[in-house]
């Protein structure tokens, strides 16, 4: 896999685009058809599609392939690849014209021109707000968060009835607030037919991110009430698990459309539980936050060890541990410190209580990617902040009384847990609104919690955890 960064190319793995081409299996059939393949690169998945086409639909005797490149070099070696395999299209009997606009597809796109196929790895990079581009796609009414996903909005729109769109794009626009109105959009236009995760995050070189295939059809019938969701632990995409669910439990439609990935269905029988039975944070009267402490700006990277009158504490993600409950507070050695000024913005002062705090970002490495901290109240300080890299849980602004924080803090480190944020969550980040989508036990479930652990004297492990909770919220069954 090669790349170059000028214009986010990054190139897909032969393998990848020969399974990608794979899923046109069930095209409905006629004798011409026209393809597009935006953001086409050096061909290989327009070559690999039209590939599969020919030795799986010999009704075809007409292929015509717009390809939309912005780079002029890359189109050199384009035209090379078309050429290497002509033969194989000519010995087909098939007419097939290929044609190439070196253009910018967001700009340059002709919206009267229609597509029964269309295929694509788009370039990926966030659209600052503030750019031209936003300004200009803000005027077409097309959403700009990311380079893909306005691609993505914009095939859809260019999609013949019956026709079917393939692409190959990063996890980011399943969850998350910043891509509600895209979701929502796409989901409108077409039936989503299958995700296929990739479940390791180099499939692209330079890209920490999980990739998704796509699969969306214009079209309306009994069959699009189903979703089939495959996932592949290596980068080879034909080893994969597969499931097929319905739609209504893959996509959230209460939740602003939040895609779900399972991996089995046991995976979706514990999202049922959760959700069928949990209620919103809100609910419980309380709601989660990111750390208001931004230390390089806020604090100037100045850092105390210990108390004086000028300091408050300080929660960062150093002060957190899977071993245990509570935070580990003060820490000896610390290369942030455990105090920071106390003259910073009032409304970053928070008052001291107890408080239930998640990482913000979790690499992927670990078993376990999600868990919580109990912070409490710290004796003789009025207030304490938390640092951005956290997100913490609180009671209207205030600290949460003891059991009630304890119980939400096992509920959040529980396996089932895990298992819900894992489906939701795709990058390295864990958003206020992935916790304000899960759903929790009520108020009373979640002290009984907290008091059953007070009382067992249990050492503090995943399975003791599990144990307990489950214990509470077998009643929910
Ligand atoms: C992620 S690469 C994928 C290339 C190819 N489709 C593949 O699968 O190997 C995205 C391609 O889109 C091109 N590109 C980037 N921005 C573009 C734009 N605005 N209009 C057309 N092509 C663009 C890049 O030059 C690059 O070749």
């Not at 495959?230 to 080893?239: A, I, L, N, Q, T």
């Not at 046991?266 to 309380?286: A, P, Y």
């Not at 959040?412 to 958003?431: K, P």
């Amino acid at each position: 896999m090669s790349k170059n960064t000028n214009f986010n190319q990054y190139f897909t793995p032969r393998k990848v685009a020969d399974y990608m081409a794979s899923l046109f299996s069930d095209l409905n059939i006629k004798s011409e058809i026209n393809i597009l393949d935006p953001g086409v690169g050096k061909g290989i998945l327009a070559i690999s599609l039209i590939k599969y086409i020919l030795d799986n639909y010999s009704e075809i005797k007409k292929i015509k392939c717009v390809c939309y490149e912005i780079d002029p070099l890359i189109i050199i070696d384009l035209k090379k690849n078309i050429n290497d395999i002509k033969f194989h299209f000519l010995e087909n009997n098939v007419s097939i014209n290929f044609e190439i606009r070196n253009k910018d597809f967001i700009r340059e796109y002709t919206d009267n021109e229609k597509y029964d196929v269309i295929i694509s790895n788009p370039p990926y990079e966030k659209i600052k707000s503030n750019s031209d581009l936003a300004r200009y796609l803000n005027t077409k009414g097309i959403s700009h968060i990311n380079l893909y996903s306005t691609f993505i909005e914009i095939s859809l729109t260019l999609l013949q009835e019956n026709g079917t769109l393939v692409s190959i794009i990063p996890r980011s626009f399943t969850n998350g607030s910043y891509f509600t109105e895209f979701r929502k959009k796409v989901l409108e236009s077409s039936s989503l037919t299958l995700l296929h995760l990739f479940k390791s995050r180099n499939l692209f070189q330079g890209v920490l991110q999980e990739f998704l295939i796509v699969k969306f059809e214009k079209q309306i019938n009994s069959r699009m009430s189903l979703i089939t969701t495959r996932v592949s632990e290596s980068h080879d995409p034909f080893k994969y698990n597969e499931i097929i669910i319905d739609k209504d439990i893959v996509i959230d439609k209460e939740n602003n459309n939040v895609i779900k990935i399972f991996n089995n269905y046991r995976e979706m029988q514990v999202t049922n539980f959760i959700e069928k039975n949990g209620v919103n944070i809100n609910l419980l009267g309380l709601s989660v936050s990111t750390g208001p402490l931004v230390d390089f700006r806020d604090i100037d990277n100045k850092f105390y060890n210990y108390k004086d009158s000028d300091v408050i504490p300080c929660i960062f993600t150093e002060h957190m541990s899977q071993e245990q409950l509570e935070i580990i507070w003060p820490l000896k050695t610390n290369k942030k410190g455990n105090y920071v000024t106390r003259n910073i913005s009032p409304k970053k002062l928070k008052v001291s209580g107890n408080y239930v705090i998640m990482k913000r970002f979790s690499p992927n490495k670990n078993n376990k990617r999600f868990y919580s901290n109990i912070v409490p109240s710290i004796e003789d300080n009025e207030y304490i902040t938390f640092d951005n890299k956290i997100n913490y849980f609180h009671a209207n602004n205030k600290g949460i009384d003891g059991i009630t924080a304890l119980g939400i803090s096992l509920y959040l480190n529980t396996s089932m847990v895990e298992i819900y944020l894992n489906q939701i969550v795709g990058n390295t980040q864990l958003n206020c609104s992935d916790l304000k989508s899960l759903k929790y036990p009520e108020l009373k479930l979640l002290r009984a919690i907290g008091f059953n652990w007070q009382n067992a004297n249990m050492t503090y492990n995943l399975s003791n955890i599990d144990k307990v909770v489950l214990n509470v919220l077998k009643i929910w069954e």
